[in-house]
Nanobody
Framework: QVQLVESGGGLVQAGGSLRLSCAASGSIISLYTMGWYRQAPGKQRELVAAITSTGSTNYADSVKGRFTISRDNAKNTMYLQMNSLKPEDTAVYYC??????????WGQGTQVTVSS
């Protein structure tokens, strides 16, 4: 059974930083594409950043240059380093693993709130 557990969210002032973690069990994360998504109140869930099995990354235009996605294969954990946070980054952040024919899984989400 695949489980993803996010942590690291919280309340931070604009301009501050947070690091989110997504610990995986039941799957080897280095074999698949993983991503961070976010959903703000009244808005659709959107992709923030993704990392493929080869280590290629891509980012939403709104976070380029501020956020960095990475993973530690030994810990089977993915991270999202968020710097220069803005109030518009406020959302629930979810991690996702796309195991293709073996299923798509989500974590429970972690709240990030950026105050102005």
């Amino acid at each position: 059974q695949v489980q993803l557990v996010e942590s690291g969210g919280g309340l931070v002032q604009a301009g501050g930083s947070l690091r989110l973690s997504c610990a995986a069990s039941g799957s080897i994360i280095s074999l698949y594409t993983m991503g961070w998504y976010r959903q703000a109140p009244g808005k659709q869930r959107e992709l923030v950043a993704a990392i493929t099995s080869t280590g290629s990354t891509n980012y939403a235009d709104s976070v380029k240059g501020r956020f960095t996605i990475s993973r530690d294969n030994a810990k089977n954990t993915m991270y999202l380093q968020m710097n220069s946070l803005k109030p518009e980054d406020t959302a629930v952040y979810y991690c996702n693993i796309d195991r293709r024919s073996r299923g798509n899984y989500w974590g429970q989400g972690t709240q990030v709130t950026v105050s102005s």
